[in-house]
């Protein structure tokens, strides 16, 4: 290895050249990658050694189309580019990464950084894609017309960044020397191609032509965006349930195992009723997290996404919001943080800050234990018409419900704007069929990020939650439950005056609490206060049938509302602090989502009571 | 009495790890004695070299947790 200092490199290019899989692919990381713009939103860095043994820091940023930044997160890529960036010098290669299917609009802003004048590379990514499209591009020719080294690449395949390796190790370019001042771009880049692509087979109506066809219409897209979402919802509680059942199982027989090695005394209570009871019950649900994000991840792979985005842009707008917010909200759903951070991508201030204020209204899978405990404790498991099961109808319903609310209060939020927001100008990706590897290691990473979750967050607050279940142990004499007395009964019955309005009990007052810190969180404290409460001693695993021998429908539904617009995590209160810069957008939206919390919950209890009588 | 030493101090480590979650400031001085005493007995250099950090105020990871630092340059969020 070379002791020279590394190599800074930043790759740069439209949104969706695949910029961020050459970058995993060169340094080994692990970056988030779909088949749609606006993934990469922040700078990042990652080191690699060249086969010559040159040490390389290669930076990916965010997609642009121009060095005309509109949005904070182009800005990031304007700023790098020219060697503004606070605390960053400029790097020594610019790696202008080039979609080979889509080179009409990625050569023109290749040719607006070649105008830089700093030393460059041209990576030519999606070579195997353009072959299928009957094109070929002769790279020497384009070489020798822009003056900088062309290579090509795949940058989803391994190994397929091998030509960008030896571009790394070859002496650095000379810088191009820019085109005349007031040269028309647009015409350069017919030019180019003119002169170095070619067609090898007659064009005929390609497959996704014929597909776009029926997906972007307004009528069957609708209706096909409908039946996918709702075959997800039905898929999360058909296909999880056998896999529910065997972590079921386990976790009581771990509980049975552990309950019998160790003596009776505190240390089986908190291993027994602390940890396996709280982080235990949630871990049964991780089959249902990852049937949910096997959908959403084959959507993002397939290049379906940004045509949902199409097909709810007026939709959107009769929101006030445009399709720009698509992405942002869909990413909510798996976690706000990265959806927040994500509404960079928008360019109105005013649409940016109505955004990241819904996008906690969009259900993340933190509250995917909450909706399947509940909906599995007193929805039956029947089915409607021999075809729809009513559990996922339900759970259909609580993710509509969020979706509608966030409408209705970004209508609200936008009612006296006048919105100058850029019409949406969508770049629609080449359909792709998701490969079984990278939807396993995506499948794998949220499976890891899940239980890095249980074995942090939930079992830690799970044994505080014990410890304040079960001390100060009852005075002596005492003739009520042991839990009354301890510091989680009083806490409970301290908030119980106001929650019993909306049908909560004390332990569910409890449980609010730790929620704040992760949703599902509220789960693992029910089944610890339930344990260390109760009088069976397999209670813990046998949350759902307790809880609905123990609570009304009307206060399951209640906690439901609750859940569908519950204040946020402590997480998303601090991405929002951050990315708004003050505190005030924090109040705010915590203030109105609890507001709504407690109507919804006040109206769906009072109304499933005066229903059931 | 030994379960209630041991089940003791599990909750003070499950609440030492919330309060550096939620006030790492709060931590600070503890994790500065720590990386004093280990620098002092010239023990377990990985550990002091992580104390070292954290006893600064910009030391904590501002992640959400979910994932290993969204902030840090190498780290990427969910």
């Known amino acids: 290895m070379t002791d020279l200092p590394p190599l800074r490199v930043a790759l740069v290019g439209n949104p969706n050249c695949g910029k961020t899989a050459i970058f995993n692919q060169l340094t080994g990381s692990r970056q988030k990658v779909a088949n749609y713009a606006g993934v990469t939103v922040e700078r990042k860095a990652g080191r690699l050694v060249t086969p010559a043994g040159r040490r390389v820091q290669v930076l990916d940023l965010p997609g642009t189309y121009?060095?005309?930044?509109?949005?904070?997160?182009?800005a990031v890529t304007r700023d790098v580019c020219r060697g503004v960036y606070k605390g960053e010098p400029a790097p020594d290669l610019l790696v202008s990464v080039v979609a080979a299917t889509n080179l009409r609009l990625h050569l023109r802003f290749m040719l607006e950084l070649r105008q830089l004048g700093r030393p460059m590379i041209v990576v030519l990514n999606m070579i195997d894609a353009i072959r299928k499209q009957g094109l070929t591009i002769d790279i020497p020719r384009l070489q020798a017309e822009l003056g900088v080294p062309v290579v090509s690449a795949v940058g989803i395949k391994r190994g397929g960044c091998q030509n960008i390796l030896a571009a790394l190790d070859a002496p650095a370019p000379t810088p191009p020397t820019p085109l005349p001042e007031g040269t028309d771009l647009h015409a350069e880049v017919r030019r180019l191609l003119a002169l170095c692509v070619a067609r090898t087979t007659e064009r005929t109506q390609l497959f996704e032509d014929k597909l776009d066809r029926w997906v972007l219409h307004p009528v069957w897209g609708m209706l096909i965006l409908f039946v996918l979402l709702f075959i997800m919802f039905q898929a999360v509680f058909s296909w999880a349930q056998p896999f529910m059942d065997m972590l079921d199982n386990g976790m009581k027989s771990l509980g049975d195992h552990v309950g019998a090695l160790l003596p009776d005394g505190v240390l089986?209570?908190?291993v027994v009723d602390g940890i396996i009871a709280g982080a235990g019950t949630v871990i049964v649900f991780l089959p249902q997290i990852l049937i949910l994000f096997l959908w959403i991840l084959a959507l993002e792979e397939s290049g379906y996404l940004p045509r949902a985005a199409f097909m709810l842009d007026k939709l959107m707008a009769s929101a006030g919001l445009s399709g720009r917010s698509f992405i942002p909200l869909l990413s909510s759903f798996a976690c706000a943080v990265p959806g927040i951070m994500s509404t960079r991508t928008i360019q109105n201030p005013?649409?940016?800050?109505?955004?990241?204020?819904?996008?906690p209204l969009m259900t993340c899978s933190a509250r995917l234990p909450v909706y399947a405990l509940l909906i599995g404790a007193f929805i039956p498991a029947r089915h409607i018409a021999g075809l729809f099961n009513l559990q996922g109808l339900v759970l259909f319903g609580l993710y509509a419900a969020g979706i509608l609310s966030a409408?209705?209060?970004?209508r609200v939020l936008k009612r006296r704007a006048t919105t100058d927001e850029h019409p949406l100008l969508l770049e629609l990706p080449n359909y792709r069929l998701p490969g079984l590897q990278s939807l396993s290691i995506e499948?794998?990473?949220?499976a890891r990020i899940f239980l890095s979750r249980v074995g942090t967050i939930i079992v830690t607050l799970s044994v505080l939650m014990w410890a304040l279940s079960s001390f100060p142990a009852p005075p002596a004499g005492a003739t009520g439950p042991a839990i009354d007395y301890s510091l989680a009964g009083r806490i409970g019955h301290l908030m119980l005056p106001f929650f019993q309005f909306i049908g909560f009990n004390w332990q569910?007052?409890?449980?609010?609490?730790p929620g704040l810190a992760a949703r599902e969180v509220a789960v693992s404290a029910l089944a610890t206060v339930y344990s260390v409460g109760a009088s069976e001693a397999d209670a813990a695993s046998q949350l759902a049938p307790l809880l609905s021998a123990q609570w009304s429908l009307a206060t399951a539904f209640s906690l439901l509302a609750w859940y569908v617009y519950a204040p946020q995590c402590f997480s998303t209160l601090a991405v929002i602090r951050r990315e708004t810069g003050s505190w005030r957008l924090v109040w705010i939206s915590t203030a109105y989502l609890f507001g709504m919390a407690y109507a919804a919950s006040f109206l769906a209890y009072h109304i499933t009571r005066l229903i059931s009588g | 009495m030994t379960q209630i030493l041991l089940v003791g101090l599990v909750v003070l480590l499950c609440a030492g790890y919330w309060l550096q979650r939620l006030a790492p400031s709060a931590m600070i001085p503890?994790?500065?004695?720590?990386?004093?005493?280990?620098?002092?007995?010239?023990a377990l250099p990985g550990l002091r070299t992580k104390a070292e950090r954290l006893a600064t105020p910009s030391g904590a990871n501002p992640g959400c947790g979910g994932c290993k630092g969204c902030d840090d340059k190498s780290g990427g969020c969910h």
């Open chain 1, 443 to 446: 499948l794998w990473q949220r």
């Open chain 1, 268 to 270: 089986r209570s908190l």
């Open chain 1, 350 to 359: 005013r649409d940016r800050m109505v955004t990241i204020m819904i996008a």
């Open chain 2, 30 to 42: 503890l994790w500065r004695a720590l990386a004093g005493l280990l620098a002092a007995t010239q």
């Open chain 1, 508 to 513: 569910i007052c409890v449980a609010l609490i």
């Open chain 1, 407 to 410: 409408l209705v209060v970004a």
């Open chain 1, 66 to 74: 121009s060095l005309a930044a509109t949005s904070p997160d182009e």
